[in-house]
């Protein structure tokens, strides 16, 4: 496993609070070896829980976060001589913060229906966790403003044709990203569940 690691560089992760143990797991994780089912035992377990606070690992999968790729480019790179953490447009969230109804009250295709909470909490919080979401690379912010459109729709059109208000059993904003709902939209929009969204306040989308 080679390394151009000058005493430059060495400086800069070790500022970062990056350790040789760390890079030489994302390197095995790289390379294909299954260093995840490890985590239960004590040293590795550590190391690996140190990886997925920094938003270098995921959780639960044997890959990367974009955090973590951006690490390894550093790393064996020969000219850079500074982590490059990728950004994140403060704008995506609040378009998607903007597509989060606040209350389940709502009126679609002419009918009102009454909700009985708001749902659109702890936006400091959700800030967070989605930027959190895009820094690990597995989704884009479009995907999430997309899934969360998709199963608004879902919801209003049930309402409609069971005359029951569906958006009452809608996740309040910060459990939605923490639980990630959204997952399952994205999978709906990605085999063709859904070829088009129209709503009456954001038009009409391809999916």
């Known amino acids: 496993m080679k ?3 000058s005493d430059e560089k060495f400086d800069e992760i070790l500022n970062k609070g990056i350790s040789l143990d760390h890079i ?3 390197k095995l994780i790289d390379e294909g070896f299954d260093v995840i089912s490890k985590k239960n035992t004590p040293k590795w377990g550590i190391l690996l829980q140190s990886l997925i606070r920094k938003g270098m690992l995921f959780e639960t999968e044997n890959k990367l976060t974009t955090i973590g790729k951006e690490l390894l480019i550093f790393v064996n790179s020969k000219d850079r001589k500074k982590i ?3 950004k994140v447009v403060s704008s995506e969230f609040d378009q998607w913060w903007a597509e989060y109804p606040g209350t389940t009250n709502f009126v679609y295709k002419g009918r009102k229906f009454i909700g009985d909470r ?3 909490v702890g936006k400091d919080d959700c800030r967070t966790k989605f930027n959190k ?3 690990e690379g597995e989704h884009s912010a479009k995907d999430l403003i997309d899934a969360l459109k998709y199963e608004i729709l879902q919801k209003k059109e049930a309402s409609i044709k069971t005359g029951v208000n569906k958006l009452t059993y809608m ?3 910060l459990t939605y990203l923490n639980q990630r709902t959204y997952e399952g939209f994205i999978e709906l ?3 063709g569940a859904g070829v088009k969204i129209k709503q009456e ?3 009409e989308i391809e999916i």
């Open 3 to 5: 390394l151009n690691l």
């Open 24 to 26: 030489y797991i994302l």
């Open 84 to 86: 490059v953490k990728p």
């Open 118 to 120: 708001s749902i659109r």
């Open 133 to 135: 979401i895009l820094l």
């Open 171 to 173: 996740q309040n904003s």
């Open 189 to 191: 929009i990605d085999s």
């Open 201 to 203: 306040t954001t038009g």
